[in-house]
């Protein structure tokens, strides 16, 4: 980012301001990286609850009778299998069978659907999706300007959320509902990118000033902390979310990433889906491997991997977890035979340091646990 | 070069660490990676990586001399250095090779004027 720019900031940069964050350029937003303490953020989130402001993803909606024809085109997952009421995690693929983003993709009812999209992907995304709405009536209208967003995330998310807002309670993971907040159609889903239990509030963002307010106040006396990108970070990394752009982007697959779960195959066409095949039957050259240090230092996104003496790799998200007090890692690995608990050296100022291949993800909640089973 | 180091010589040995301004822009320290005992530098050069969640930052030694010793208890308890960088978060001591080096670095008074300048947000800590 040159000087010359200008960031953008969100309905909420004041507050930050006022809270003493330490402001960074994310994207061409100016976010908090963190409050006070991204461990102590990082622990708030795992331990009581944090509340991220996370208003620079974009929100698109999609409306009319061939949504979800036009959706299913566009994502690897299958649109059709959620019902209203329902969100599911999806990649948007490209024709050789990369992703071009990943996204959160909720059926409100009535061939209304809302899609939630990376920052930084927001007008590739809407070129992508008006390519792809040829011949089919559907409407699609992006509204990231219009809203903003909050994610109230950990194990205390849902005592504080259940104050003013009951009826969240009921949404299972993965859950979403429309509804009102201060006047206003918002919408909350069950959702977070974290791996604890919590909540994603999407508003319009002439309203997100008093949610946010309201929810801190509220929040403090349950432990509730305000959280910036630093801490959000570290939670996904070790929740073994990707992050676009980082971890998986136009030149590497689902498969690579160890997301095949996301791409269903049988449930009829989509952009790329013969290339997504052919990698299915072909195998993988390349994995994204997760890595943990056994020898104490920190990884950074770039540090060299070393299998059996040779580079193997590098990694692309690394960092310090808060939670395993080790250094994590994960990085596209030219050794897709290597079965957790390989052992492998991480290149950290000149030194080689030992570190072991584990299955991710690094860490899982009780409450995502059991929202899985 | 002006960094972010403190050196204190007393008894014919200079402890290290990094100040109280370096901490703070530091933030939460999880890692020190410490010099090799015996490892002898010249002024200037780089001879720890202090770690933060976020980024890594080199320390330079401020006079020259050999490594006479280390804060093992960083290993254990590496955020000493944010709880007491001037104190308990000592990184290492050195038993300096030119004496009188050390009179040709910022003291106290100068070194808080360094900070208002824009130099001292560019400089390594």
Known sequence: MTATTELRRTALYEAHKALGAKLVDFHG?????????????HAAVRNQCGLFDVSHMGQVWVYGPDSLKFLQTINTNDIGKIGPGKAIYSHLPNEKGGVVDDVIVSNMGEDRYLVVVNAATVDKDFV??????QGLKVEIDNMSDYYGMIAVQGPKAAALVGLDYPKALELPRFGAMMTEVFDQKSAITRTGY????????????????????????????????????????TLRLEAGYLLYGQDIDDDHSSYEAGYGWVVKLDKGDFVGKANFEKQKKEGLKRKLTGLRMTERGVPRPGTPVFVDGKQAGTLCSATFSPTLQAGIGQGYLDRADLKPGAKAELELHGRRV???????????????????? | MKSHEWVCVEGGTASVGVSDHAQHEITDVVYVELPKLGRKVAQGEAISVIESVKAAFDIYAPVSGEVVAVNEAL???PALVNRSPHEEGW?????????????GLMDFAKYQEFLQSPAAHGASH
Request: charged share 30%.
């Open chain 1, 29 to 41: 937003w100016e976010l908090p990286i963190q409050y006070e303490s991204i461990l102590k953020e």
């Open chain 1, 128 to 133: 992508y999706f008006q390519k792809h709405t």
């Open chain 1, 194 to 233: 974290t791996g604890e239990d919590g909540f994603e509030f999407i508003v319009p963002s002439e309203i997100i000033s008093r949610l946010w307010d309201n929810l801190l106040t509220k929040g403090r006396a349950l432990g509730c902390a305000p959280c910036g990108l630093g801490a959000r970070d």
């Open chain 1, 354 to 373: 030992a570190a072991e291949t584990v299955k991710m993800p690094y860490y899982a909640s009780e409450d995502i646990k059991n929202a899985k089973a």
């Open chain 2, 75 to 77: 290993t254990k308890d």
């Open chain 2, 91 to 103: 990184l290492f001591k050195l038993k300096p090779s030119k004496p009188g080096e050390e009179n």
